[in-house]
């Protein structure tokens, strides 16, 4: 591992809108430094994507850029980030989603010129290997069009490269159903990394090339799967939450192989990974309940650069069509963010306490990214020999860390999660740091017919 | 219930695959579903018992903890799994019918969405219940379904979606199969999908979730 010691070691200093490493965009925004920003993201509504005609679906991209930028005017904003998350259409042919990342910066452009708005497309293509069962992860055709998109989507406007990147998948599905943390971790930290680095080195090579910036990946398939099926009461609580710190060390690599941030919106482990490197980062909290539930509302606003929603329908609502109702609500929050940063450090930790303490009891989820959880379980996770150290590592702070919340009465203590902490405690401590032992440990027990293990290089 | 046939009921209520298995804690040593359904066949019992008033019986309870919120799902599909090994001893009395299935249910994610886990969920759920389970897999078009229509007539067909963009798909999935089949009953579900959407498209059930389902193709079988 690259890192052996953290970027930011003082809880107070882990904060929002300010990054040790911060992030200029080409067209001025610089993210992380002093700043909060909206960061949209948006989808179509319930409509079929014909490839041979693009027009309907170029129209409501170009409706929703410009209705959201015009009210960002409006409301005075200092700078917006797009986040143009493909539909899997668009990467399939990347000609689609060349071409609205070309119409939607022209909109940007036009912003920046005439209003002094600084707009930035982040282009998040999707990883179309997943269609493919057993995935073939490196030798894919599929992984043609991606980096088509990512190349050719850069030329035309695509500021921040980013992806949810699904390496693992095939075996994390199962092993969050079946509450398997070895398989899980198995799934993030051998399986994770190894196609992390294979991508990401692709990736970061594009945004040079190009010359624009390579964002961060997200483990969003696999911590908010888990967080999503918690919600549910599917599976515990405090599994997702260890869950959650698994995917710290797989969504790291991307910024070992060199990405720059801001990191993706829908992984929470963006947190750790601005105290492990200093790397700016965006966040989704209760303003992205349009796209999902979430335990972490408030605090996920705690350290963010970015603030997001997630994914919102171009749809209309009373006030007008759905992404423009949610810029005025980024921004409103954005706002409130910047304005305890003006008034200074006092006034961003008075906020930022806030925040943290209206949701750190009520959930483990919450409560591993207090400032202070999220240091210290850093810290345990820089000090590991190798990815798989580092992993077990962070995840035995978190369950001490929630054990001792539950103790002390600052996490709530729900009698259905009891005995998870036990079972993960034993679970993950009886994994070896050894990759080839790892490996040889959980082979027996995984349907083998759903993984490749040489297009993971094993 | 004999006592075997409710002991078989217990092992799968609480996810004991065979004596080996160390889960529950409180059972370990003791014979599992896997054991107890041989012995019971052994014995004589009615394979048709030991499905319906045994297993059946315990995935019910189970699938009734799982709505109530008492339990999480890895202690069901640890059930499903306790299932699944009394199952391999029934298996032959299906093929010979003195045995029978509820009905058949074939379900897949839809074209262009590889969301699979509610899809994977409703279809465990469902098995217990006591159907024939027909998994096609993730982004299955149009004719996948009506080929299986074809394959196992009187089927129900159960249609996920987790995408807005995906779940338009149905639409035209449903009118498919209306074309070949106008009596099948079709089953929607997923995220974005609503009872409005589902009488929109003309498909015959949406439910929020798994044990709705099951509810929805018990009353198929009253």
């Given at each position: 591992m690259k890192y052996n010691e953290l970027s930011i070691r003082n809880p107070e200093d882990l904060i929002f809108?300010?990054?040790?490493?911060?992030?200029?965009?080409?067209?001025?925004?610089?993210?992380?430094?002093?700043?909060?920003?909206?960061?949209?993201?948006?989808?179509?509504?319930?409509?079929?994507?014909?490839?041979?005609?693009?027009?309907?679906?170029?129209?409501?991209?170009?409706?929703?850029?410009?209705?959201?930028?015009?009210?960002?005017?409006?409301?005075?904003?200092?700078?917006?980030?797009?986040?143009?998350?493909?539909?899997?259409?668009?990467?399939?042919?990347?000609?689609?989603?060349?071409?609205?990342?070309?119409?939607?910066?022209?909109?940007?452009?036009?912003?920046?010129?005439?209003?002094?708005?600084?707009?930035?497309?982040?282009?998040?293509?999707?990883?179309?290997?997943?269609?493919?069962?057993?995935?073939?992860?490196?030798?894919?055709?599929?992984?043609?069009?991606?980096?088509?998109?990512?190349?050719?989507?850069?030329?035309?406007?695509?500021?921040?490269?980013?992806?949810?990147?699904?390496?693992?998948?095939?075996?994390?599905?199962?092993?969050?159903?079946?509450?398997?943390?070895?398989?899980?971790?198995?799934?993030?930290?051998?399986?994770?990394?190894?196609?992390?680095?294979?991508?990401?080195?692709?990736?970061?090579?594009?945004?040079?090339?190009?010359?624009?910036?390579?964002?961060?990946?997200?483990?969003?398939?696999?911590?908010?799967?888990?967080?999503?099926?918690?919600?549910?009461?599917?599976i515990p609580k405090t599994f997702a939450a260890i869950a959650r710190v698994v995917t710290v060390v797989r969504t790291l690599v991307a910024i070992e192989e060199g990405a720059k941030g801001p990191d993706k919106d829908c992984g929470y482990e963006g947190p750790f990974l601005k105290a492990i490197t200093g790397i700016p980062i965006s966040m989704e909290g209760k303003t992205a309940a349009c796209a999902h539930l979430?335990?972490?509302?408030?605090?996920?606003?705690?350290?963010?650069?970015?603030?997001?929603?997630?994914?919102?329908?171009?749809?209309?609502?009373?006030?007008?069509?759905?992404?423009?109702?949610?810029?005025?609500?980024?921004?409103?929050?954005?706002?409130?963010?910047?304005?305890?940063?003006?008034?200074?450090?006092?006034?961003?930790?008075?906020?930022?306490?806030?925040?943290?303490?209206?949701?750190?009891?009520?959930?483990?989820?919450?409560?591993?990214?207090?400032?202070?959880?999220?240091?210290?379980?850093?810290?345990?996770?820089?000090?590991?020999?190798?990815?798989?150290?580092?992993?077990?590592?962070?995840?035995?702070?978190?369950?001490?860390?929630?054990?001792?919340?539950?103790?002390?009465?600052?996490?709530?203590?729900?009698?259905?999660?009891?005995?998870?902490?036990?079972?993960?405690?034993?679970?993950?401590?009886?994994?070896?740091?050894?990759?080839?032992?790892?490996?040889?440990?959980?082979?027996?027990?995984?349907?083998?017919?759903?993984?490749?293990?040489?297009?993971?290089?094993? | 219930m004999s006592d075997i046939i409710e002991k078989i009921a217990y092992c799968i209520e609480f996810g004991k695959i065979n004596k080996s298995s160390p889960y529950p804690p409180n059972m370990r040593g003791e014979d599992g579903a896997d054991e107890l359904t041989k012995q019971a066949l052994d014995q004589g019992t009615d394979p048709d018992a030991i499905l319906n008033q045994g297993m059946v019986i315990g995935m019910n309870r189970v699938g009734k903890k799982f709505s109530e919120n008492k339990i999480f799902v890895p202690q069901m599909l640890m059930s499903a799994k306790a299932m699944s090994a009394g199952m391999e001893h029934i298996k032959p009395f299906f093929q010979s019918g003195s045995v029978k299935r509820k009905g058949v249910f074939v379900l897949g994610t839809v074209a262009g969405d590889l969301h699979d886990i509610g899809k994977n969920l409703v279809g465990m759920m469902i098995e217990g219940a006591g159907w024939e389970v027909i998994d096609l897999g993730v982004d299955v078009g149009a004719q996948k379904f009506v080929d299986s229509i074809k394959e196992h007539p009187g089927c129900v067909i159960g249609l996920s979606a987790l995408l807005t963009t995906t779940m338009v798909n149905m639409e035209s999935i449903v009118e498919e199969i209306r074309k070949v089949s106008a009596e099948t009953k079709i089953l929607v579900g997923g995220a974005p999908v609503s009872d409005d959407f589902c009488k929109k498209i003309g498909a015959d059930n949406y439910s929020s979730d798994p044990q709705g389902a099951v509810d929805y193709l018990n009353t198929l079988v009253a």
């Open positions: 809108g300010t990054a040790p490493n911060p992030v200029i965009t080409g067209r001025g925004l610089e993210i992380g430094g002093g700043l909060v920003y909206p960061e949209l993201n948006f989808t179509l509504p319930a409509m079929k994507i014909d490839a041979e005609d693009i027009r309907p679906v170029v129209d409501h991209y170009k409706e929703i850029v410009q209705g959201a930028l015009e009210r960002a005017v409006d409301l005075y904003s200092n700078g917006v980030v797009l986040e143009f998350e493909t539909l899997i259409e668009m990467t399939q042919h990347p000609e689609i989603g060349i071409e609205l990342v070309k119409q939607m910066n022209a909109i940007c452009e036009n912003f920046y010129t005439n209003h002094g708005l600084k707009c930035e497309i982040r282009l998040t293509p999707n990883d179309l290997r997943e269609f493919e069962r057993p995935p073939l992860q490196r030798t894919s055709k599929l992984l043609e069009p991606m980096m088509e998109l990512f190349e050719r989507g850069a030329e035309e406007g695509g500021n921040l490269l980013s992806i949810e990147s699904t390496g693992g998948k095939e075996i994390s599905d199962d092993a969050l159903m079946m509450c398997d943390m070895k398989q899980f971790i198995f799934s993030q930290a051998v399986l994770g990394v190894r196609d992390m680095k294979m991508l990401w080195k692709k990736i970061v090579d594009i945004a040079n090339k190009t010359g624009v910036i390579p964002g961060g990946d997200t483990a969003c398939g696999f911590g908010n799967t888990a967080m999503v099926l918690a919600e549910k009461k599917y979430s335990p972490v509302g408030n605090i996920a606003a705690a350290c963010t650069d970015l603030w997001s929603n997630e994914s919102v329908q171009n749809i209309k609502l009373l006030a007008g069509m759905a992404p423009t109702v949610y810029l005025e609500q980024l921004e409103y929050d954005a706002r409130l963010m910047n304005q305890a940063i003006k008034g200074g450090k006092a006034d961003v930790l008075q906020l930022q306490k806030l925040f943290v303490k209206s949701d750190a009891y009520y959930d483990p989820q919450a409560f591993v990214l207090t400032p202070e959880n999220v240091i210290r379980i850093s810290e345990e996770i820089v000090r590991g020999g190798n990815y798989i150290d580092a992993t077990k590592r962070g995840c035995l702070k978190a369950l001490e860390l929630i054990s001792n919340g539950i103790q002390n009465g600052s996490l709530m203590h729900d009698e259905k999660e009891d005995e998870w902490i036990n079972i993960l405690n034993e679970d993950i401590s009886s994994i070896p740091e050894k990759e080839s032992d790892f490996v040889e440990m959980v082979m027996p027990t995984m349907d083998t017919s759903k993984l490749i293990l040489s297009e993971y290089g094993l | -």
